[in-house]
């Protein structure tokens, strides 16, 4: 299983990485719960099934905030550069743009893709802030 995460920088342009998913902060449980860890990655606005048919290669669009998991078949995403990923069945990928930048998703193989992307929008800042 891999893990990745998207950027974007203050341009708006994407940045794929590789990420470590066993290096999050894991809260283990007490009792029979131990060696059970969990770690908040974000807040849940909606969990969407996606699917993909075979040859499925939609424009370069804004980036969703969120956590995809590939379920079934192959993911291809870009990001602004060009840059690619392949993602299979169990691979994930952390999206951590702000509203600016963009991927682009795809299916290059003999079979649909199913993958469940959570989506988790970004924290608001307070009234008043710069930030």
Same mark, same amino acid.
């Given at each position: ?29 007490? @009792? ?33 905030? @969120? ?14 550069? @060009? ?17 600016? @930048? ?30």
């Amino acid at each position: 299983m891999a893990g990745y995460r998207m950027t974007a920088d203050e341009r708006g342009q994407t940045h794929l990485e590789p990420m470590d998913l066993f290096s999050w902060p894991f809260e283990n449980g007490p @009792g029979e719960f131990k060696g059970v860890g969990g770690a908040a990655m974000g807040d849940a606005s909606r969990l969407m099934l996606m699917r993909f048919e075979t040859g499925a290669r939609p424009g370069f669009h804004r980036a969703v905030p @969120g956590f995809l998991v590939v379920l079934a078949g192959e993911l291809v995403v870009w990001d602004s550069s @060009g840059t690619e990923v392949a993602l299979v069945a169990g691979d994930a990928l952390r999206c951590e743009t702000t509203g600016r @930048g963009g991927w682009r998703l795809g299916n290059r193989v003999a079979q649909d893709t199913l993958v469940a992307l959570v989506q988790m929008p970004p924290k608001k800042s307070p009234p008043g802030s710069d930030a």
